[in-house]
């Protein structure tokens, strides 16, 4: 079955713009998870959405939304953006979540350059 | 919060030799996983492992919870083993809802 897909892959933008992010898990999986990637704080938990509803949160600003739809795709958005936004933005997919031992699978990741 | 940490944090390995990865977590956990990361960025789950050992080819790895630790071993490398390896163990917070947090990686480079 196909597995995460995440778009665009590589994007370049200016500070002050916003910029979405798509993912669609694998079929029947209901949780997408998406994290951030930087060489210096490495991998960091931005939000869960599971059946449309934002279930857990990171640490970051407002800035930083999600959403999720009824096929279970999921957006993310970055509003104003900030030259250390630039990194990996990784979205991770299972049947139920970490909560309950799920195995996760990643998406191969957007790299957003904000120049 | 929990502390994820991983050692050692290079490797570098001549194809055909072995290898171990430790991955120590700071308080008790019931969702450990292990991910390489390949060159292009993504991520690949290589183990579920809560506790106990499992086997997948040239790879295995075993999770002591009580200890709070777990290993991954790579026997026999090849150059597409190179990459970052993560451990990710999964924290609950006060939504009662558990994350992931992954430790700092092992980048292992494995020459021909």
């Known amino acids: 079955k196909a597995g995460v897909t995440q778009t665009p892959r590589y994007l370049i933008k200016t500070r002050g713009q916003q910029v979405t992010l798509s993912c669609s898990p694998i079929s029947g999986h209901r949780s997408v998870s998406w994290y951030q990637q930087t060489p210096g704080q490495g991998l960091q938990f931005l939000f869960e959405y599971f059946s449309e509803t934002q279930r857990n949160k990171g640490n970051f600003p407002g800035r930083f939304s999600g959403r999720q739809f009824s096929n279970s795709r999921s957006e993310m958005n970055v509003s104003t953006l900030e030259l250390g936004d630039s990194a990996l933005y990784l979205c991770?997919?299972?049947?139920?979540?970490?909560?309950?031992?799920?195995?996760?699978?990643f998406g191969e990741g957007s790299w957003l350059t904000v120049v | 919060g929990i502390q994820v940490e991983q050692s050692p944090p290079d490797l570098i390995l001549q194809e055909g030799a072995n290898s171990t990865l430790r991955c120590n977590f700071s308080?008790?956990?019931?969702?450990l996983q292990w991910f390489h990361q390949n060159p292009w960025g993504q991520l690949i789950n290589l183990f579920y492992i809560p506790s106990g050992t499992k086997q997948n080819g040239r790879l295995s790895a075993t999770t002591v919870a009580t200890e709070r630790y777990s290993l991954l071993y790579i026997s026999s490398s090849q150059t597409t083993d190179s990459g970052v390896y993560f451990c990710?163990?999964?924290?609950?917070?006060?939504?009662?809802?558990?994350?992931?947090?992954f430790g700092t990686g092992t980048r292992l480079l494995v020459s021909p």
């Open positions: 308080d008790s956990v019931n969702n």
């Open positions: 991770a997919s299972s049947f139920a979540g970490p909560s309950y031992g799920n195995t996760i699978y």
């Open positions: 990710a163990v999964a924290e609950r917070d006060d939504t009662g809802f558990q994350k992931l947090v």
